[in-house]
């Protein structure tokens, strides 16, 4: 048996509009693209005026200048990982 479609709310659109905001903000994205880099995946860094640039391992061959660092894009959860940390010997 169909269940019968729900009407969306404008207050429900609201929240769910602002919550896709919030977790967008606070992503790396590359600055040719604007792609967020993936797991994994090297992303280059680049001074710049503004500060650092990110740029993708897909958008690396639009710079000619050699980047300040690369590096693994790490998930999310990596700062907030736990470590153990082995006694010494």
């Known amino acids: ?12 659109t609201a929240l769910l509009r602002r919550s896709v905001g919030a977790a967008t903000a606070g992503r790396d ?4 693209c604007q792609r967020t880099p993936l797991v ?5 860094f680049y001074d ?3 500060g650092t640039e990110l740029v993708c391992d ?3 061959p639009v710079r000619t200048d050699a980047p300040q660092r690369t590096e693994l894009m790490h998930s999310p ?4 990982a736990v470590r153990v ?3 010494a010997a």
């Open 1 to 12: 048996m169909p269940t019968p479609a729900r009407r969306i709310t404008r207050l429900e």
């Open 48 to 50: 710049a005026d503004s």
């Open 29 to 32: 994205r590359c600055r040719h």
């Open 58 to 60: 897909l958008c690396r």
């Open 85 to 87: 940390l082995r006694a």
């Open 77 to 80: 959860e990596h700062d907030r």
């Open 40 to 44: 994994g995946e090297r992303v280059h």
